[in-house]
């Protein structure tokens, strides 16, 4: 037992590369959509003042056990480094605030929550880019519960609590996103680092291997912004939709 936990747990890098497309990617997937389409499916229960307490609690507790065990496995494992271990990932922020959206319940966590926490999330679900340890290992299990929880968060954000997207939320967003890489981009700069990969592509390298490092950070910060936009877009087409739904709904 205390082996498997020492396995578990263990600090030697295996050099591996999550294989995306494998069945097990798919299955996780499946897992994260499922919860996706219980909540949405769910959303009147959800709203029952028993449920929201319970729901919000066992995302409070998942969410940070995971970061938790994380940072101290990071400190204790010996694999820390500055240049990789520090909450500075757009994720690991977005996490954060998705833990203090649920316990202050102020706007902008959950703005973070929601723009950041969906958008990270399927980028991450879709692209893994893991740390090179061979599952059975902690950081494969914190990865995968880290983003499906925050999105399953997220999504519970938007169709329970009904925190509407609006152009004041996206403005505010696009400022916060801007000044966080900008300061991040510095950090990168002075310590050699890669957080939210403003100086180098987690997947696809050999597309950015013909333009500069300058261009490239051009690049990461515009696309932050665009996905940004994106999931404003899709959002603000969802309520049209449904509004229109019940104005139907109503009329019959």
């Not at 500075?88 to 966590?109: E, G, M, P, Q, V």
């Not at 692209?127 to 997220?154: E, K, R």
């Not at 967003?173 to 100086?199: A, D, E, Q």
């Not at 690049?219 to 994106?230: C, D, E, G, K, Y």
Request: with cysteine; charged share 15%; net charge positive.
């Amino acid at each position: 037992m205390v082996y498997n936990l020492r396995y578990f747990f263990r600090g030697t890098p295996d050099n591996y590369v999550f294989p995306q497309g494998s069945l097990n990617h798919i299955l996780l997937i499946f897992i994260t959509l499922l919860g996706v389409e219980l909540i949405i499916h769910h959303r009147n229960k959800l709203k029952d003042s028993k449920c929201v307490r319970v729901f919000k609690k066992a995302m409070i507790i998942i969410l940070s056990v995971q970061q938790i065990i994380l940072y101290l496995w990071y400190g204790f494992s010996g694999y820390f480094t500055i240049k990789e271990s520090l909450p500075l990932y757009n994720c690991r922020i977005a996490i954060i605030f998705t833990i203090l959206a649920f316990i202050t319940d102020k706007k902008l966590f959950k703005n973070v929550a929601c723009y950041w926490g969906i958008t990270g999330s399927i980028l991450a679900l879709a692209l893994p880019a893991t740390d090179p340890f061979i599952f059975p290992h902690y950081t494969i299990v914190s990865f995968f519960v880290g983003h499906m929880v925050m999105l399953w968060s997220a999504i519970y954000l938007l169709v329970v609590e009904e925190y509407r997207i609006s152009k004041k939320s996206l403005v505010s967003i696009l400022y916060f996103t801007n000044i966080y890489h900008i300061c991040i981009y510095i950090f990168n700069s002075i310590t050699k680092s890669n957080y939210c990969y403003l100086m180098e592509a987690p997947f696809a390298k050999e597309a950015f291997m013909n333009i500069s490092s300058l261009m490239y950070s051009f690049f990461a910060f515009l696309s932050f912004n665009i996905f940004m936009l994106i999931f404003y877009l899709i959002t603000k087409t969802i309520y049209r939709v449904l509004e229109k739904g019940e104005d139907l709904a109503n009329y019959a």
